[in-house]
């Protein structure tokens, strides 16, 4: 059974940092295009950061320069390093796996519509 479990959200103060973490079962996340998404109240789901099978990686605008996604393919872990943290990444964090590598990048820009698998969520909330 395929099952993707999140983990580390929190709640910190502005300029803080986060590690979420993804822990896959049932399929092997380095044949996958795996992804960090994140919704806030009100808003629509938009796609954070992901990493292909091949390793290479590709970020939102917003989180640039502040987030790293990076996996552990021994552990089958996914992980987001998060700093610099400010109050409007307040959102629930979910991680996401695609098994389609052609469609993943068109899917990540859709906000990880389409994606096979998906965690519960973890919430982070930072404060000003």
């Known amino acids: 059974q395929v099952q993707l479990v999140e983990s580390g959200g929190g709640s910190v103060q502005a300029a803080g940092s986060l590690r979420l973490s993804c822990a896959a079962y049932g399929y092997d996340i380095s044949r996958y295009c795996m992804g960090w998404f994140r919704q806030a109240p009100g808003k629509e789901r938009e796609g954070v950061a992901r990493?292909?099978?091949?390793?290479?990686?590709f970020y939102a605008e917003s989180v640039k320069g502040r987030f790293t996604i990076s996996r552990d393919n021994a552990k089958n872990i996914l992980y987001l390093e998060m700093n610099s943290l400010k109050p409007e990444d307040t959102a629930m964090y979910y991680c996401a796996a695609e098994s389609n590598l052609r469609q993943c990048v068109q899917m990540f820009v859709l906000g990880g519509r389409g994606f096979n698998y998906w965690g519960r969520g973890t919430q982070v909330t930072v404060s000003s």
């Open positions: 990493v292909m099978g091949d390793g290479s990686t």
